[in-house]
């Protein structure tokens, strides 16, 4: 770019409100030669009047530069001055936010809990229903406030009592909750949770990843952990968790949030149902919640050690530690058993082998459950298309669902007009419909 070409550029960027600044008559009277500043000099008279300022305001303007200059107050920069004032103020928002990385302050990995869970970043906690996921976190968030080892701890490990949170929307606070935080030795004026119950606003519905809501919570109380159970209840309405990457927008405020207010976020998570899956592939409806996580614990029943489990089968900022085996007491609380180098994986797979069941069988046992799940019935299409996100393939679903079919286990049945009609599967024991006979071929 030539001088005149920045000059030109610079008073492209001027408003009405700054057009007939000194910095402008500075730029203009800096010219090598008079022709030249008086041809910058009748740009900028024109720049002034598109934006509606009359000669007489660029007279007077144009008079008071000329006195300061004079007087020696005016700053006149030079050639090289013009190039970065323009460049500096041609650059969109987002340029000041890139910088050399030597401007980058080198920092350690933080830890909440050493080795386990880092500070301000997101942890993964994954399970079957029935393992103890929530008995989990309400151990880990009570030792927390009450500045206790927890179980993933070295026993001597000392910390201070830090300020919690959850959020859940599947367990009773008052009917179940605060009771086994009671007794696992909580520190009840450290634990912060919202009130669904006394909602009678219904503000807590806004309560999503990536709400202005959720950030202003997390900016109030600024817990050290925010336990979020399960994830589904704080995904947008809008989001489908199936999309590849949706889960990654979706959660990556609370990164941000977790770097500017020190909170560390534990999403807890169901398991899929696919027999002989592990690890990454066992994470239910998006696998984008193992990428966005710095850590990803998984828990099972280790049939072979007796007692259940918890995997560290993701760690961005350690060594992966050794899988730690617990039980769960009558009262809910975690009891350390042991150490072993064996993965969810193992289990898993060792389960796998136990069972001896074929893809198919599997298949049956899960397409039953869903029907159970969802009330008896569900349209075909969503049975396929859960089926797929499980892992079942067509052939697997179209077997299994025959197999049920010729057992008369389920049955297939139609709903809606002449035009626009959708195929059901039900279980038998719920039909209300006119079934079809066993034997009847299905367009599924």
């Known amino acids: 770019m030539t001088s005149e070409e920045l000059f030109e550029a610079y008073l492209k960027q001027r408003t009405a409100a700054n057009v007939l600044s000194m910095d402008s008559f500075a730029l203009a009277f800096c010219a090598h030669n008079e022709a030249l500043q008086a041809a910058r000099e009748i740009m900028l008279a024109d720049r002034a009047g598109e934006l509606g300022k009359s000669m007489d305001e660029f007279n007077e303007a144009r008079g008071k530069a000329v006195e300061l200059k004079h007087a020696g107050k005016l700053n006149i920069p030079s050639e090289k001055d013009i190039q970065e004032w323009v460049h500096a103020s041609s ?114 519905r806004a309560l999503k990843f990536g709400s202005e809501e959720m950030a202003a919570v997390i900016r109030y109380f600024r817990p050290a952990l925010c336990v979020f159970d ?113 993965r969810d994986r193992d289990f898993m797979q060792a389960a796998a082998d136990i069972s001896g069941r074929t893809k198919r069988e599997d298949c049956k046992e899960w397409i039953l459950h869903e029907l159970d799940e969802a009330g008896g019935s569900v349209p075909s299409k969503d049975l396929t298309d859960k089926a797929r996100a499980e892992g079942y393939s067509a052939d697997v679903l179209r077997r299994a669902k025959d197999e049920l079919k010729h057992k008369r286990e389920i049955h297939y049945y139609q709903t809606g007009s002449t035009k626009a009609k959708t195929w059901h599967i039900g279980l038998t024991s719920c039909n209300e419909f006119e079934e079809l006979p066993p034997d009847t071929e299905t367009p599924f």
């Open 91 to 204: 650059k969109p928002d987002i340029i000041p936010n890139f910088k050399t990385l030597d401007e980058f302050e080198e920092q350690e990995a933080s830890w909440l809990i050493p080795g386990w869970i880092p500070e301000g970043q997101i942890t993964l906690l994954a399970a079957d229903g029935g393992v103890g996921k929530t008995s989990l976190w309400v151990h880990i968030i009570a030792k927390l406030s009450a500045g206790q080892p927890c179980v993933l701890d070295n026993p001597e490990y000392t910390r201070n009592p830090l300020r919690v949170a959850f959020m859940t929307t599947e367990d009773s606070i008052r009917q179940k909750l605060k009771k086994k935080l009671r007794l696992a030795g909580a520190n009840m004026q450290n634990i912060i949770a919202p009130d669904f119950l006394g909602d009678t606003s219904g503000a807590l």
């Open 230 to 342: 399960p994830v589904q209840g704080f995904v947008p309405p809008l989001i489908n968790m199936g999309s590849r990457n949706a889960m990654r927008d979706c959660t990556a405020p609370l990164i941000t949030l977790g770097e500017e207010c020190g909170t560390t976020s534990m999403i807890v998570s169901h398991t899929n149902k696919r027999k002989g899956a592990y690890s990454r592939d066992r994470i239910a409806d998006s696998a984008d919640l193992w990428d966005v996580s710095r850590s990803v614990i998984m828990a099972g029943y280790a049939e072979s050690e007796g007692a259940r489990y918890l995997s560290n089968e993701k760690n961005n900022y350690a060594a992966l530690h050794e899988t730690l085996l617990f039980s769960i007491d009558g009262d809910g609380q975690i009891i350390k058993e042991g150490t072993t180098w064996k």
